[in-house]
């Protein structure tokens, strides 16, 4: 693995840090997971569209740089290290977006891709049901087929919906043969939120966020065009959004590295707060936030190199997950009495604790890795 960069790498990240010095609001903008917030994030989605900054490593033709994933990454680091905003866009351009370059049609990535880049289309994920959460093969949502319409009529709910208040789109599962076995009968489908027979319920959260959705389908028609990846195919294209989930796209060291590197500058201007286990704590999640930065440099490797990364984005998933919450933990424990004041360190820690449980539970994956990757008996 070559940890150098180029000069072209280097110009790269050069350009990319000028141009997020000169446009990053000098004041952080309200929570995403809020009206207000939401809004506030689009304005910025789209000023990073316009430069052609919010999905760098896409096509030109859809509003992207052709950079490559080694670019992407440094783009990510410089943009954590700039306190650039979240991305409210993250479901359709880092989860949903690698699943129709790799299943979708021509016709369907020409038509959604550049829209999405926009901030124009905005996609919530349809996995979570009632009866259904890590468990994502026991979901019971439907889908009939309407042979004289030409398409399918939905049914079933969908929730926890991660800002499905504001989006206009969900990408989901549906079982389309109830015949089949549990990982078998399933299709993935892209339905507009604006379909007559669904509807969108929000619901808050005990932080005061809002964004959160339960989603309802009643006999809601949607085309044929809104299946990606075939009939009864949905599980295989499930399982490649899911990877970007858990593993190189969703959680990038950029945001670890600018939170470690956060946690040093807290620990060194609190000195009466840094006793040896704490400082010991501070130097370990530094060293696991590198050390995540050099698997996924080694997971970008064999990605170019064309080398199958497969179950690996589990290890991915537990280990981002895990290491989000110590980082913060730790910050706690240095900020002491005064945590609940310090909103970013308190807010992040709040929802770092919500890791090990979205992007399937980290018991799930544990089996995951245990079976897939150590190659262990299922018990």
């Not at 030109?60 to 954590?80: K, N, Q, T, V």
């Not at 021509?106 to 550049?114: A, F, M, S």
Request: some cysteine; aromatic content about 10%.
């Amino acid at each position: 693995m070559d940890l150098s960069w180029s000069d072209s790498e280097q110009a790269f990240r050069a350009e990319a840090r000028d141009w997020l010095a000169g446009h990053v609001p000098a004041r952080p903008l309200p929570s995403g997971d809020t009206a207000e917030g939401f809004a506030a994030h689009l304005e910025w989605e789209r000023a990073l569209h316009a430069d052609r900054w919010s999905v760098v490593s896409w096509p030109e033709a859809y509003g992207g740089r052709d950079a490559s994933l080694w670019e992407w990454l440094i783009f990510e680091e410089e943009y954590y290290r700039a306190g650039a905003p979240q991305r409210v866009t993250q479901n359709g351009i880092f989860l949903l977006a690698p699943t129709l370059f790799a299943f979708g049609s021509r016709q369907q990535q020409d038509t959604l891709l550049p829209r999405m880049a926009a901030a124009q289309d905005l996609w919530c994920q349809g996995w979570s049901e009632p009866g259904a959460g890590s468990d994502l093969a026991g979901i019971r949502s439907a889908a009939v087929r309407d042979e004289q319409a030409g398409g399918w009529r939905l049914s079933g709910q969908k929730t926890w919906t991660t800002r499905g208040a504001f989006c206009t789109h969900l990408f989901g599962l549906f079982r389309t043969d109830p015949q089949a076995q549990r990982h078998h009968g399933l299709t993935y489908f892209l339905v507009p939120l604006d379909t007559e027979g669904v509807t969108v319920r929000g619901f808050d959260r005990l932080d005061g966020d809002e964004g959160f959705a339960e989603v309802f389908f009643t006999d809601a028609f949607v085309p044929d065009s809104a299946v990606l990846g075939g009939l009864n195919e949905g599980w295989k294209v499930a399982m490649a959004t899911t990877g970007s989930e858990r593993g190189l796209t969703l959680r990038s060291p950029g945001r670890f590295l600018q939170a470690a590197d956060r946690l040093v500058e807290l620990a060194a201007s609190n000195p009466e707060s840094s006793t040896p286990v704490l400082t010991d704590r501070v130097v370990r999640s530094w060293m696991q936030a590198q050390a995540y930065q050099q698997f996924t440099l080694a997971q970008v490797t064999d990605i170019v190199e064309e080398r199958p990364t497969g179950a690996r984005s589990s290890l991915n998933k537990v280990y981002w997950s895990e290491l989000d919450i110590e980082l913060h933990e730790t910050a706690m424990e240095l900020l002491g009495p005064d945590a609940q004041l310090d909103s970013d360190w308190s807010r992040g820690f709040q929802f770092s604790l919500a890791g090990p449980i979205y992007a399937g539970t980290n018991e799930i994956q544990r089996n995951i890795i245990a079976e897939r990757v150590l190659g262990l008996p299922r018990k």
